[in-house]
């Protein structure tokens, strides 16, 4: 489809708390471009066409509603952009392996320019994600933030495969994430066992193969693993308050591998823990540890560095001597 059509969500009655589906309002009209004036304005056909009511998509369920017209416009069940604000959406689909995007602007759909190019993103259906109160997603972002300025809800691939809902603001303020039920993506608290083992489940999940395992007061929990191409090393790493990112460095491995299950994050806080007791460190400075097989010996280590002091333990937390 190449022309303009006005979206079938404008053929409802003003909004109201009963949002009415897209299914009652029966066949859309023949596609006709809608002017954006006050003056309606003569078609072709000689018959008069009104300007489209502009709609807020931050009223429950309207969102909701030019989300699929513009799918169902692009022809596609899948998307690899979805965008939203006040006025105006965005879906971005793929089609003969080129991302095409189609626009709801000045209550018309139409397909539109985008910078959006596709370079194998995860594809996502937009209904796994709750677009049904756009509105309660950006009072939520307010509240994280600090701003609603020039608010814009968006899906993508975030990273390495990982589709994110988040909220934005212009001018840029904090990035707000999302899961896909509109629950807010919990900040972690690193200086906490709850918050090292939530991260730690992140990360690792059921891998069975690392180079290197890392917790911190700065990096949060990250893995480092072989990458999928030669002389490659991939991190995985969940910070306090994104989800886990997946970056790929031209790197090789130098280390031997091992099994990150094997690392136990209580171990972990408890040494931590254990050496703020002992008045080695406060929690006002830094804190990280490192597991991984430098030494060669089969079985990795726990290499700390709390404050100023450094010391290594076996996997039960039991410092080593030498």
């Known amino acids: 489809m190449t022309g303009t059509r006005r979206v079938s969500a404008l053929m409802m009655a003003p ?5 009415v589906p897209l299914a009652a309002c029966g066949p859309a009209p023949t596609p006709t471009p809608v002017p954006t004036t006050a003056t309606p304005t003569p078609t072709a056909s000689g018959t008069v066409s009104s300007p489209a009511a502009e709609l807020d998509l931050t009223a ?15 022809g596609a069940d899948r998307a690899v952009l979805v965008s939203v604000t006040q006025r105006e ?3 971005a689909v793929v089609k003969n392996g080129a991302a095409e995007a189609w626009g709801y602007r000045g209550g018309t759909i139409a397909p539109v320019r985008s910078d959006v190019n596709y370079v ?3 594809f996502f259906s937009p209904d796994d994600f709750a677009l049904d109160d756009v509105g309660a997603l950006f009072r939520a972002g307010m509240a994280v933030s600090g701003s609603d300025a020039g608010q814009e809800l968006s ?10 809902m988040t909220v934005t603001t212009n001018p840029e303020s904090r990035t707000v994430f999302f899961n896909p039920d509109g629950t807010l993506l919990p900040t972690l608290e690193f200086g906490s066992a709850e918050g090292l083992a939530q991260g730690y ?29 030669v002389g490659t090393t991939t991190r995985r790493q969940r910070a306090a308050r994104t989800p886990v990112i997946v970056t790929t460095r031209n790197e090789s491995a130098t280390l031997a591998t091992f099994n990150p299950q094997q690392i136990e994050p209580a171990v972990v806080w408890k040494v931590v823990r254990d050496a703020w ?3 080695e460190f406060t929690y006002d400075q830094p804190w990280s540890c490192v597991a991984d097989d ?22 039960s937390g039991r410092r080593l001597v030498g």
Do not use: K, N
Not at 60 to 74: I, N, T
Not at 204 to 222: E, I, M, N, P
């Open 155 to 164: 899906i993508v691939d975030y990273s390495g495969g990982y589709v994110a």
């Open 294 to 315: 430098r030494a060669g010996t089969g079985t990795p280590r726990l290499y700390f560095q709390v404050g100023s002091t450094s010391f290594t333990t076996d996997l």
């Open 89 to 91: 959406a965005t879906v």
């Open 120 to 122: 194998a993103q995860a």
């Open 60 to 74: 429950p369920g309207v969102a909701r509603a030019v989300v699929d017209d513009l799918m169902e416009a692009a």
């Open 277 to 279: 007791v002992a008045g």
């Open 15 to 19: 909004v109201v708390a009963a949002f």
């Open 201 to 229: 489940r992140e990360v690792v999940g059921d891998r069975a193969l690392a180079l290197q395992l890392g917790f911190g007061t700065d990096l949060g929990v990250y893995l480092d693993a072989a990458g999928a191409g």
